[in-house]
């Protein structure tokens, strides 16, 4: 069967003789070593994806991701919302909703967060992360509210204790002062998020809420907006909205954390991608020793009429193959790992959660095969100069003396 004489050769060189076993050594410890640091790389990342995945879930998915409204702070409550909205692309669900920062007092404590008012619709992301209590107890008029447990821990307060809320955006002048709007409110349900907003958010109902603020009757803050993909909102929030209506979404409140999220992974992945590097030039080192070693080989090969560009390829092939070999290997072991990645820590005594919680791992495989993609890009790069090297070997004086 016909093979191209590059590729016969150079794969021939792979294999070597077995008087090549230190350059040999050298060649599987390169291709090791690319195998774990791509094995890592995909493990850490996913990992990462999967921290991710879980904040954005648990804080973006329960706090407003964007709100639309009047520039007032006071938007007429109609049937549907605006048309201009409805048309918004990556938009899953529209509601009303009443918002401000708030204060919480118990007979121990005082705490500040903010306070939302919402409908309690069906499908209300709240409803999956009650420990005690029901959304659907948030009814008009009752002055129910739904704290976080870290807040009640705060406050030391339990599910129907009494608490005021209090309300500086709506304070009005007395003859002692400014005085908050305030009321007392029942501790009708606790959520746990397994977030930092569990210290801060507090749920009540939308009516409520308005009459708190001191509200116009049918009036909210604003449009509540459901997306896709909460991280949409850099783009669309730089849509013309009709004058007097602004946009305001969560990275006012949690830009930074997720900010750092990223810059961390972006950090771990450029340091394990340091280590592929180190592993693919390592092939630097196997190739010109093979270089030095077969020089008459090459000679001959040049003699019998093979070109630089040929010569080239063989070592190109030769080197490139150990990369291949190490990323390819590194990326299926890398996901494979990924998917067992919490069994592996329970067999061993290493769960990093003792209550019996999991490492969130979220596996992208178009990442994975970016990092493979890379790894072996690095590797052929790490090869051109020793195959320069051969290609350049002039056989009348490397064969002077055979």
Not at 135 to 159: F, N, P
Request: aromatic share 8%.
């Amino acid at each position: 069967m016909f093979r191209p004489v590059s590729l016969f050769v150079g794969l021939r060189y792979l294999r070597g003789r077995s008087g090549d076993r230190f350059s040999r050594f050298v060649s599987y410890m390169s291709t090791a070593g690319i195998t774990i640091g791509v094995m890592s790389l995909v493990t850490v990342m996913s990992v990462m994806n999967g921290f991710e995945g879980q904040l954005k879930g648990r804080i973006l998915g329960v706090l407003p991701q964007a709100i639309v409204g009047q520039e007032s702070g006071r938007t007429p409550e109609q049937t549907e919302p605006p048309k201009f909205i409805n048309q918004l692309p990556h938009l899953e669900g529209v509601a009303p909703i009443v918002e401000s920062e708030a204060v919480l007092q118990s007979p121990s404590h005082l705490m500040a967060g903010q306070m939302i008012g919402i409908e309690g619709a069906e499908d209300d992301p709240l409803r999956q992360y009650m420990l005690s209590g029901s959304v659907d107890s948030l009814e008009a008029g009752k002055y129910r509210i739904l704290i976080g447990h870290t807040l009640a821990r705060q406050l030391k307060v339990t599910q129907g204790d009494k608490v005021r809320l209090l309300v500086t955006s709506a304070s009005q002048y007395s003859p002692i002062g400014r005085i908050p709007s305030q009321r007392n409110f029942t501790v009708a349900g606790i959520f746990n998020t397994g977030s930092d907003i569990d210290a801060q958010l507090m749920v009540t109902n939308i009516e409520d809420a308005a009459r708190l603020l001191r509200l116009p009757k049918e009036t909210i803050s604003g449009w509540r907006l459901y997306l896709d993909d909460p991280f949409v909102v850099s783009t669309l929030s730089q849509t013309e909205f009709p004058e007097g209506w602004q946009w305001q979404d969560w990275r006012a409140q949690r830009g930074e954390l997720f900010q750092a999220v990223k810059m961390e992974k972006n950090m771990m992945g450029l340091m394990l991608g340091l280590i592929v590097g180190v592993a693919a030039f390592n092939i630097i080192s196997a190739l010109i020793m093979v270089v030095m070693e077969k020089q008459s080989e090459v000679a001959i090969l040049k003699t019998q009429g093979m070109t630089k560009g040929q010569v080239m390829s063989v070592f190109v092939v030769q080197g490139a193959s150990s990369g291949v070999i190490g990323a390819v290997c590194g990326g299926l072991l890398g996901a494979l790992l990924s998917m067992n990645l919490n069994s592996i820590l329970l067999a061993v005594g290493a769960s990093l959660y003792s209550y019996g919680g999991e490492l969130p791992v979220m596996i992208n495989f178009a990442q994975v095969a970016v990092v493979v993609g890379l790894a072996v890009a690095l590797s052929i790069v790490a090869t051109l100069f020793p195959s320069y090297r051969a290609a350049s070997v002039k056989p009348a004086e490397a064969l002077r003396y055979e």
